[in-house]
Nanobody, 124 residues
Framework: EVQLVESGGGLVQAGGSLRLSCAASGVTFDDYAVAWFRQAPGKEREGVSCISMGDDSTKYADSVKGRFTISTDNAKKTVYLQMHSLKPEDTAIYYC?????????????????WGQGTQVTVSS
């Protein structure tokens, strides 16, 4: 099981930007799909974005399309989520998850590895 560590969360005003990082410990993401999920208070967890290392295909939730970008570094040891034009409704704990199935289907990650989460708060 791969160990994941998220970072980059914080407090930002509406319209601002943040970049989240998800670092793999001891392995690379070559054989994985990596996704970002978020969970706001009182709401269910939702998939935000995913990248499959097999073909570098990406997937985004409709609510973040055009504002968020998922990417990886050349070494495929870190996955980033660049977030622009942040809105108060983006406030949540953001988690990264990785799965060897290399499929960007949200339910696949239920059985994958998860990080501890990083808080993103967007003020109005």
């Amino acid at each position: 099981e791969v160990q994941l560590v998220e970072s980059g969360g914080g407090l930002v005003q509406a319209g601002g930007s943040l970049r989240l990082s998800c670092a793999a410990s001891g392995v690379t993401f070559d054989d994985y799909a990596v996704a970002w999920f978020r969970q706001a208070p009182g709401k269910e967890r939702e998939g935000v974005s995913c990248i499959s290392m097999g073909d570098d295909s990406t997937k985004y939730a409709d609510s973040v399309k055009g504002r968020f970008t998922i990417s990886t570094d050349n070494a495929k040891k870190t996955v980033y989520l660049q977030m622009h034009s942040l809105k108060p409704e983006d406030t949540a704990i953001y988690y990264c998850a990785a799965d060897l199935a290399r499929l960007c289907r949200w339910r696949v990650f239920d059985a994958g590895s998860w990080g501890q989460g990083t808080q993103v708060t967007v003020s109005s």
